[in-house]
């Protein structure tokens, strides 16, 4: 592939699936000897507020870096932070969301440590005031932070507190007015020292807040089961099953709402996605092996008559065994999944992203109508991207405005890194009105 010149709009044009026509921006070099820039379970790598989007990466001294723009233009501002990061663990992702203020709030380096975050000094600046705590309980062992922004420009953040297999799920809110995070809960989902949930969540633009998980009885991912949900509509103090029936909390394997079973040692993935409609209809997205399959599969399961429902978004040929410790090196990526609402042609439609050898490893875009989940495929990019994962911009998003985090990254097994050299970031922007 030839060397891509930082600040110039390249637009490229693809055959495989349908033809579009997208825009991708370079921004610079970025650490890619494991896929921390590229995990699933950054929220967000990407972020936007009004007319100005930041993505944030360890660059190759596995500083922290922050980027910024005008939406539209392709010209950069870097500003590398005074943080760093455990860059050699892919747990160790940086994400980012600003408040409804433009308050720009940072999480980065998590692994079962203390937590680390800060927020801009002033609103739409990169200069970080210095790391604080939050409310300064239960921030000791923190891993997967994330954050959600509210219709109203609260945040929401949540964590897992503790290790994998014994860990539980915590809740923070920011209040935009009094500048300050208080306690939702300490504990959403339990895994009463047995286990512990893998999660995925979506705060839809009226602030319902889906939540769904699959469990895992210890570090080994073969051990992962099953996928539950719960769905809270007052910024995740209460919650219900998709029945309207109120969880007591902690919710536990016991007490949870099962959305669909699945088995352990079925090469079931963890940290997904999932997204919603306009009704609040819920979609998950996961990849896992069903007894008549002969090969992982990407699935969605979703619920839009009151009964939970599973389809297969494609066919996938190659094999593959998904099983041990850490942080994997796998053939496919995890996929993201978007609905985006009355599009150009008039219907709704679901789209799924991931990364697949079976496609040299390139980003895949597959969409369908919700009706029909007739699936069609498309390549988003004509070159490997190794084990790259999607991430992508929430906010645009609900303006129907897909961006989408690019950058070739490598990772051994085991929390075992590659000797590729630094490769360049880059933003994807992703024309969604091509016929």
């Known amino acids: 592939m030839k060397k891509v010149i930082a600040t110039i709009m390249l637009f490229l044009c693809f055959t495989a699936g349908v033809r579009a026509q997208h825009k991708i921006s370079t921004i610079g070099p970025g650490w890619s000897r494991t896929m921390v820039n590229a995990a699933i379970f950054r929220k967000n790598a990407i972020t936007s507020h009004g007319q100005m989007q930041v993505v944030a990466y360890y660059d190759s001294s596995q500083q922290v870096v922050l980027a910024s723009r005008t939406l539209g233009s392709t010209t950069w501002n870097i500003h590398k932070t005074s943080y760093s990061g455990n860059a050699l663990d892919a747990h160790n992702a940086i ?3 600003f408040d409804g203020e433009g308050y720009l709030h940072m ?3 998590h692994h079962n440590n203390g937590l680390n975050y800060c927020r801009s000094k002033t609103p739409l600046s990169m200069v970080m005031e210095s790391k604080q705590d939050m409310v300064g309980a239960n921030e000791e062992k923190v891993t997967y932070p994330e954050f959600h922004r509210l219709p109203s420009g609260d945040l929401l953040f949540v964590y897992r507190d503790g290790g994998s297999g014994n860990g539980n799920m915590v809740m923070n809110r920011y209040d935009t007015n009094q500048k300050r995070w208080s306690r939702v809960h300490h504990n959403i989902v339990d895994g009463e020292g047995k286990r512990n949930a893998y999660w995925q969540m979506f705060v839809n633009a009226n602030g319902t807040v889906h939540l769904s998980w699959v469990w895992r009885e210890h570090y080994n991912v073969e051990t992962n ?10 910024g995740g103090r209460t919650w219900y099953t998709s029945k309207g029936k109120k969880c007591n909390l902690p919710i536990t394997l016991e007490s949870a709402e099962y959305a669909w079973q699945i088995p352990q040692n079925s090469d079931l993935i963890n940290q997904t996605s999932m997204t919603a409609d306009a009704a609040d209809h819920p979609y998950i997205a996961t990849y896992f092996q069903d007894a008549s399959d002969t090969s992982p599969q990407f699935y969605v399961i979703y619920n839009t008559t009151g009964t939970w429902a599973l389809t297969r978004a494609g066919l996938r040929k190659t094999d593959f065994d998904l099983g041990g410790a850490g942080t994997r090196s796998i053939p496919v990526s995890r996929p993201q999944l978007l609905y985006l609402n009355s599009s150009m042609d008039g219907d709704d439609r679901i789209i799924m992203l991931y990364r697949d050898e079976e496609h040299q490893d390139r980003a895949v875009m597959v969409s369908a109508s919700p009706q ?5 495929t498309e390549e988003l990019t004509n070159y490997s991207l190794d084990r790259w994962e999607p991430s992508y911009d929430t906010e ?5 405005k897909l961006h989408v985090y690019i950058q070739k990254v490598g990772q051994e097994s085991g929390e075992r890194a590659t000797t590729m050299k630094p ?3 880059r933003v994807l922007e992703v024309n969604l009105n091509q016929e």
């Open 95 to 97: 994400s980012i969301m």
């Open 107 to 109: 999480a980065w380096d």
């Open 225 to 234: 089961h099953d996928m539950c949900y719960a769905v809270s509509k007052d």
């Open 372 to 376: 029909k989940f007739q699936w069609h």
């Open 396 to 400: 645009l998003l609900k303006k129907n």
């Open 423 to 425: 490769q360049v970031v």
